[in-house]
């Protein structure tokens, strides 16, 4: 908890100051950050450039940053977390101060030395003020990329996969539920998140009471999936969604990216645990 508590520490400092290697620092080595509107960040390389470029803004100052956590399990040598985000800042010297708030879900690693860093994050951990002309381009390099994981265990991830598909093509509220922990956590870009299953079940009975709204497609592309120590594994993966909301309407077309947290149940099955997610 102390060490967990420090990197908070840090990205306070680093997000105020705007010290581009401190905000660097929080992330390993092999990181992977997802955030509104800008492109998928692999890497510590790809966050220093994004922080760099952040940084780089003229006359943007961080009057105030406070980081909120709402829910934090500590794993063997892993821990997720997930919370919300408010803060203001100044786009030049005396102007009006501007409002943000967001949400963010973080799996933090424990280094060697005892010291937390961020591997996965959507949302945070750092300042998002928003980045003008950065097209959304997903990275190929980690297409289908599998880390660790028994025969077993991907075969039951698989199942979940298909679950998610056939769910949402019939827009099931059963099915889309069925999969998800009891505490499950679905986190958007603007809070609250959706805590516990029932909420998520009864978003979709209300979701479903429009008999007209159909899902044409649904397309989930996987670009990682990496199994953790103590029966946790986490993916992220861009989506395309469309649909219509009237017989004979216009489709509307989506795309999107996910950051996924999956469990190991005591029988060998695995549930979704948190899920957060934006819009491109």
């Known amino acids: 908890m102390a060490g967990i508590e420090k990197l908070h520490t840090q990205e306070i400092a680093a997000t105020l100051s705007r010290d581009t290697v401190a905000l660097t620092d929080l992330w390993t080595d092999d990181a992977v950050r997802l955030i509104q509107g800008r492109p998928t960040e692999v890497g510590k390389k790809a966050i220093r450039e994004s922080n760099e470029r952040w940084s780089a803004l003229p006359g943007v100052k961080v009057l105030s940053y406070v980081p909120e956590t709402k829910d934090l399990a500590i794993l063997d040598g892993w821990a997720v977390e997930w919370g919300y985000i408010t803060g203001s800042y100044v786009e030049s010297p005396g102007g009006e101060a501007k409002q943000i708030s967001g949400t963010r879900l973080m799996v933090l690693k424990k280094m060697p030395d005892g010291s937390w860093k961020c591997f996965r994050g959507m949302g945070g951990p750092t300042f998002t003020a ?9 990275p190929a390099a980690s297409a289908g990329r599998t880390t660790g994981g028994s025969a077993a265990d991907l075969a ?10 056939s769910a949402t093509v019939s827009l099931d509220p059963v099915a889309l539920t069925a999969a998800i922990t009891d505490d499950f956590v679905r986190i958007g870009p603007v809070p609250p998140a959706e805590v516990g299953k029932q909420e998520i079940f009864a978003f979709y009975q209300r979701l479903t009471a429009n008999k007209d709204l159909k899902v044409l497609s649904y397309v989930p592309e996987y670009k990682e999936l990496i199994f953790l120590d103590g029966g946790w594994a986490v993916e992220w993966r861009p989506y395309t969604v469309s649909f219509i909301t009237s017989p004979g309407g216009a489709p509307v077309h989506l795309s999107g990216r996910v950051l996924i947290v999956y469990k190991k149940m005591p029988d060998g099955s695995w549930n979704v645990f948190r899920v957060a997610g934006i819009t491109d």
Not at 130 to 135: E, F, R
Not at 156 to 165: F, G, M, N, T, V
């Open 156 to 165: 039951a991830i698989e199942k979940l996969r298909q679950l998610d598909i």
């Open 130 to 138: 928003p980045l003008g002309g950065q097209a959304v381009q997903v």
